[in-house]
Nanobody, 117 residues
Framework: VQLVESGGGSVQAGGSLRLSCAFDAYTPANVRMAWFRQAPGKEREGVASLASDGSSIYANSLKGRFSISKDSSKNALYLQMNSLKPEDTSMYYC????????????WGQGTQVTVSS
């Protein structure tokens, strides 16, 4: 499974961005997908995940501002980010897996999001 993120960039605080993660057409239908982020000097943290049944989970601190969605017809996963804050500045990664465990085998290369105050 290949994952390619896009949509990152620089935005002022309060602005919005939508990240996209393109996955190839051979990605299994039972795949679960997620967004993670990692800022310099900090540990990677989960942002949001989307199970194969469509259910989603968000990091508590991001609920209400971020939204994960998937368009299988376009082979794309999205992360809509609203009311962005400087602390959202990070490299954002898309991940996928088909196992029932919590880990993810497939990762994209990441897209940088920078939020200025």
């Amino acid at each position: 499974v290949q994952l390619v993120e896009s949509g990152g960039g620089s935005v002022q605080a309060g602005g919005s961005l939508r990240l996209s993660c393109a996955f190839d057409a051979y990605t299994p239908a039972n795949v679960r997908m997620a967004w993670f982020r990692q800022a310099p000097g900090k540990e990677r943290e989960g942002v949001a995940s989307l199970a194969s049944d469509g259910s989603s989970i968000y990091a508590n601190s991001l609920k209400g501002r971020f939204s994960i969605s998937k368009d299988s017809s376009k082979n794309a996963l999205y992360l809509q980010m609203n009311s962005l804050k400087p602390e959202d500045t990070s490299m954002y990664y898309c991940a996928a897996d088909t196992s029932c465990g919590g880990g993810f085998r497939w990762w994209g290369q990441g897209t940088q999001v920078t939020v200025s105050s």
